[in-house]
């Protein structure tokens, strides 16, 4: 994947209006590299009509108002209609748990519900979705207790550098949740969407069973 | 992705208005929004048709009618295209990934664009994406590509699966334009590429699919999708074949086959068909058949195995549907 994959999408942060973002007292490592990151595509889209804004910078050219509830809370967000719902997770709300990895659909790292249907978020524009409800990874767990898919992959090992991970395990709901973990053979199948580049296959198909095997 | 204005609609007339003047019809995205990524896509009116009222699956007699808005996942589980139509959900099952079922439309499957590989490279020759510009893939990497239907100017593979299935099943689609409806056969969506490969349907302006019908028969219950490819889930087809089959008395009556994988478009093999009509259902007749869907093949430098993937692919298919394996 060239650096221009990660580049071409408005990089320019737009505001939640409302609703709940932690606020950020030090620098995270995370910010440096946002900011990093920033610089790069400011330079490798000089001349393209559309700039991206600066992080705390005036928003972009033309956006639209969506309301979307996320993991439980209601946001109202403006966003470019050019920004992939990926994107608006991961830059405008910070809910970098999911996880960019092709973006073209190819992978299923960027796996999350809408409206409780697993879809690859980098394939969608948020503003497609004004008005829907969105869980991501970091919507799963009950406070401390880690959601029992969570908690298998754990105890299965089923993960190994864990980028894959919160792709996985979406899809690992859903495909519980549709009836579709069976069997090995079916969790195989029905799980074909999400690649794991380390090979943690053996240990994900058995916490998708072990989970669906609870539920 | 450049820019683009965006604009959601809530009628069908809104939406052809939107898109008789230049606008471009998005629903699932998949395609579209993945090309625009890669600028292969450019436009600048974006008309979201999501919330207008055609993702309804239901039968009509024996018929199964299918909204164009119906998303793959959806269609494919439908306890009605299960009873009435099981090749059209396993044509479905076999395409994309569970994630992308949940987003892609069945209006959408029909008239995605090709996978060729140059053609989403913005560097290298496509008559596709930049007419007149040539085909890298004729002297390129091309052992995923055509051996049916192809020119001199583009040998892409149409790349649906449930395609393959609607015109084997010969369906019907019912779109709505600036000068009205009309209906026609799903197989006539398509066209060849000739010498204007950037032609890929016959849709006129604005025109917008709203229903496909898919009529129910005694064979399409006895009907399989085969799909060969190079990992068991979640990639194109190779070689892919639908057939339907009407037997009765130890006799054929009628059969259906068309093919994915090898043609230009969705290949309807109505010789073998011909071929299979009135002869008693077995491997030695499949055979002989299935050796007529070579007729016109023109095999590229690396696609060479297509041309014996292909009858092996429907001889397997036709013994799965003939249940005689
Ligand atoms: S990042 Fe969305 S599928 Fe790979
Ligand atoms: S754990 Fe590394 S990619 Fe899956």
Redesign the pocket.
């Known amino acids: 994947m060239s650096m221009s994959d990660h580049n071409d999408a408005p990089s320019g942060k737009t505001r939640p209006t409302s609703g709940t973002t932690a606020p950020r007292s030090t620098l995270s490592r995370r910010s440096i590299l946002q900011m990093a990151g920033g610089a790069a595509s400011l330079a490798a889209a000089a001349g393209v009509a559309a700039q991206p804004a600066l992080p705390g910078g005036p928003p972009v050219a033309s956006t639209m108002h969506v309301r979307m509830v996320v993991n439980g809370s209601a946001r109202q967000l403006e966003v470019d209609p050019r920004q992939s719902l990926l994107d608006v997770l991961r830059e405008t709300l910070d809910l970098t748990g999911t996880k960019k990895g092709c973006n073209q659909g190819a992978c299923g790292a960027c796996t999350v519900l809408l409206n409780g249907r697993r879809v690859t978020s980098c394939l969608t524009l948020a503003v497609m979705h004004d008005g829907a409800e969105i869980t991501t990874i970091e919507g799963l767990a009950q406070g401390d207790e880690l959601h029992p898919l969570q908690a298998a992959f754990i105890a299965h090992d089923g993960?190994?550098?864990?980028?894959?991970?919160p792709g996985?395990i979406m899809s690992g709901v859903a495909c519980i949740a549709e009836g579709h973990a069976t069997s090995p053979e079916q969790i195989q199948f029905w799980m074909s969407g999400n690649i794991?580049?380390?090979g943690?296959y053996p240990g994900i198909v058995a916490a998708v069973a072990d989970a669906a095997g609870r539920t | 992705m450049l820019s683009f204005n965006f604009e959601k609609v809530r009628t069908e007339q809104d939406a052809i208005r939107a898109a008789a003047v230049g606008g471009r019809y998005i629903a699932g995205g998949t395609t579209l929004i993945d090309l625009m990524r890669e600028e292969v896509e450019r436009p600048e009116h974006l008309v979201d048709i999501n919330a207008l009222p055609m993702a309804d699956i239901r039968a009509d007699g024996f018929d199964l009618v299918i909204g164009a808005l119906a998303r793959m996942s959806d269609v494919a589980a439908h306890p009605e295209t299960k009873r009435l139509e099981p090749l059209v959900a396993e044509a479905l099952i076999e395409g994309a990934s569970p994630q992308l079922r949940n987003m892609a439309s069945t209006g959408g499957n029909l008239l995605q664009r090709v996978r060729c590989p140059y053609f989403r490279m913005l560097d290298a020759a496509c008559n596709k994406r930049d007419p007149g510009s040539g085909c890298s893939a004729i002297n390129g990497l091309n052992a995923g590509h055509a051996i049916l239907g192809t020119s001199d100017h583009c040998v892409a593979t149409h790349p649906s699966d449930v395609a393959v299935a609607l015109v084997a099943l010969e369906a019907t689609m019912r779109v709505k334009g600036p000068d009205g409806e009309r209906t026609f056969p799903v197989e006539e969506l398509f066209r060849l590429p000739g010498n204007a490969p950037h032609l890929e349907h016959t849709l006129r302006p604005g025109e917008l699919i709203v229903e496909i019908r898919v009529p129910g028969g005694p064979y399409a219950r006895q009907a399989r999708y085969l799909k060969v490819r190079d990992r068991a889930s979640y990639e194109f087809a190779l070689v892919s074949a639908a057939v339907a089959l009407e037997t009765a008395g130890g006799t054929i009556w009628q059969a259906r086959v068309a093919v994915g994988g090898v043609g230009t478009r969705p290949w309807r093999m109505r010789a073998v068909e011909e071929a299979l009509r009135d002869k008693p259902p077995g491997r030695n007749v499949f055979e002989a058949a299935a050796q007529l869907a070579l007729e016109g093949a023109r095999p590229l430098s690396h696609n060479h195995y297509k041309v014996e993937l292909l009858p092996r692919t429907i001889v397997r298919a036709l013994e799965m549907a003939g249940d005689v394996a």
């Open positions: 993960f190994q550098c864990g980028f894959c991970t996985q794991c580049r380390c943690a």
